[in-house]
């Protein structure tokens, strides 16, 4: 069982920073792919990013140069560093580990970007 809890939503004006971190309980994390995923109202839930085990990255093409996730199996946290932020990235992001095709979601955070 993984726990997750996450943290560093907030509300940002366009073109602002944000990191949102995410830190997990159990001794899976190390071998777990770690991911971001988002949920605008009214929409479906959809990846904005992933990272393996060993730091293989997955970015949704929408956040690609603008946002970058990474890991510290030390400390089992996934960070997702969000720049130049949009409007269009106001939305709930969830943490998510994926274990051997289990998964795991932390609460949710909220993201809202004003213009």
């Known amino acids: 069982q993984v726990q997750l809890v996450g943290s560093g939503g907030g509300l940002v004006q366009a073109g602002g920073s944000l990191r949102l971190s995410c830190a997990a309980s159990?001794?899976?994390?190390?071998?777990?792919?770690m991911g971001w995923y988002r949920q605008a109202p009214g929409k479906q839930r959809d990846l904005v990013a992933t990272?393996?085990?060993?730091?293989?990255?997955n970015y949704a093409d929408s956040v690609k140069g603008r946002f970058t996730i990474s890991r510290d199996n030390a400390n089992y946290t996934v960070y997702l560093q969000m720049n130049s932020l949009k409007p269009e990235d106001t939305a709930v992001y969830y943490c998510n580990a994926n274990y051997y095709g289990v998964n795991f979601w932390g609460e949710g955070n909220l993201v809202t970007v004003s213009s």
């Open positions: 990272i393996t085990s060993s730091g293989n990255t």
């Open positions: 159990g001794t899976i994390f190390s071998i777990s792919t």
